[in-house]
Nanobody, 114 residues
Framework: QAQLVEHGGGLVQAGESLRLSCVAS????????MAWYRQAPGKERGLIAR???????DYAETVKGRFTISKDNANRTLYLQMNNLKPEDTAVYYC????????WGPGTQVTVSA
């Protein structure tokens, strides 16, 4: 059964960095679109970064220039490098894989203190 599991969340201070990883139990080379979403308390889950065939990458304006998404097909892993973290980045971060699997990971908590 195909699964995604996120790693790398934690508690950091503002200005610090974290790298999230999302490991898949199946090959991700055929998945054209993979993405990172986040959900803060009381807010809806929203797209923050995605990588598509090409590769083409899109970022939400709130993270552009600070976050970098990358996909390692050989290691079945999606990464999110997060630099210059801000308290407003505090959220649960979710990995998503598009067709043919259409999967979500369980999420990893990122907390940024001021």
């Amino acid at each position: 059964q195909a699964q995604l599991v996120e790693h790398g969340g934690g508690l950091v201070q503002a200005g610090e960095s974290l790298r999230l990883s999302c490991v898949a139990s199946v090959s991700i080379s055929r998945i054209n679109t993979m993405a990172w979403y986040r959900q803060a308390p009381g807010k809806e889950r929203g797209l923050i970064a995605r990588v598509m065939a090409g590769p083409r990458k899109d970022y939400a304006e709130t993270v552009k220039g600070r976050f970098t998404i990358s996909k390692d097909n050989a290691n079945r892993t999606l990464y999110l490098q997060m630099n210059n973290l801000k308290p407003e980045d505090t959220a649960v971060y979710y990995c998503n894989a598009g067709p043919p699997f259409n999967l979500w990971g369980p999420g990893t908590q990122v907390t940024v203190s001021a």
